[in-house]
């Protein structure tokens, strides 16, 4: 294992579409954050996962985005009826927090959309 | 909230000289982590970094260090010796202490090296 996998790496859809992304995190690490980065801008939150558990959504977050960790291992997002609004670079990272170890997020080369 | 502003969208250097880079962030909160991120093209972004709010010493890692100025809500990287793979986009990100909290990133500035 050597790092945060994403996949794809580009995804190109038309718009109207739904689009699915997948995020294998670091081996053991039971946190999984979901990110959305856009030209010229710093990345910015939209979801969290601790083990399966959903902890918290951004504003960002809109009802057409969706985010699941059966099993708290990879993770998905799934974007319903894309928007152009919605091209942007996805960013997945993990970190593991247990009593006595607490990493910083690594995080994944991310999937580039772009909505057509 | 929380904010975190960088004013300087590019910088350059030449290479094995010294370049700082600028960060300013807004919180309520007195215990709180600040990170320096390096995002090289389509690469993944690493940690370069990290500051804890409660130590006044500033954290240093090899060529990198960073003055922390608590009162000011200032943070700034500073890196010496630059070399070419130094040239990337760099981001200042802050979070709250509780462990799980999100990172709230700046807009990032673009560095480039030139030999």
């Known amino acids: 294992d050597t790092g945060v996998s994403q996949n794809p790496r580009h995804k190109i859809t038309k718009r109207g579409q739904n689009v699915t992304f997948r995020c294998d995190p670091i081996s053991e690490h039971n946190r999984l954050y979901w990110y959305r980065q856009t030209l010229g801008q710093g990345p910015e939150f939209l979801t969290y996962f601790q083990n399966e558990a959903q902890l918290e959504k951004s504003r960002l977050l809109s009802d057409r985005f969706s985010a699941e960790r059966p099993k708290g291992s990879f993770s998905t997002l799934e974007i319903q009826r894309t928007e152009q609004g919605d091209s942007a670079m996805y960013l997945c990272?993990?970190?593991?927090?247990?009593?006595?170890?607490?990493?910083?997020?690594?995080f994944g080369q991310g999937t580039r959309l772009t909505v057509v | 909230a929380q904010t975190v502003t960088q004013s300087q969208p590019e910088m350059s250097v030449q290479e094995a000289e010294t370049v700082t880079l600028s960060c300013t962030y807004d919180t309520s909160e007195s215990d709180y982590y600040l990170f320096w991120y390096k995002q090289p093209p389509s690469r993944q972004m690493i940690l370069v970094i990290r500051?804890?709010?409660?130590?006044?010493q500033n954290a240093t890692e090899n060529r990198f260090s960073v003055n922390f100025q608590k009162a000011a809500k200032s943070f700034s990287l500073k890196i010496s010796d630059s070399q070419l793979g130094d040239a990337a986009m760099y981001f200042c990100?802050?979070?709250?202490?509780?462990?799980?909290?999100?990172?709230?990133f700046g807009k990032g500035t673009t560095l480039s090296v030139s030999s």
């Open positions: 500051q804890e709010a409660y130590k006044q």
């Open positions: 990272a993990s970190s593991l927090a247990r009593p006595g170890v607490n990493t910083e997020a690594f």
């Open positions: 990100a802050y979070r709250r202490r509780q462990a799980g909290t999100a990172l709230i």
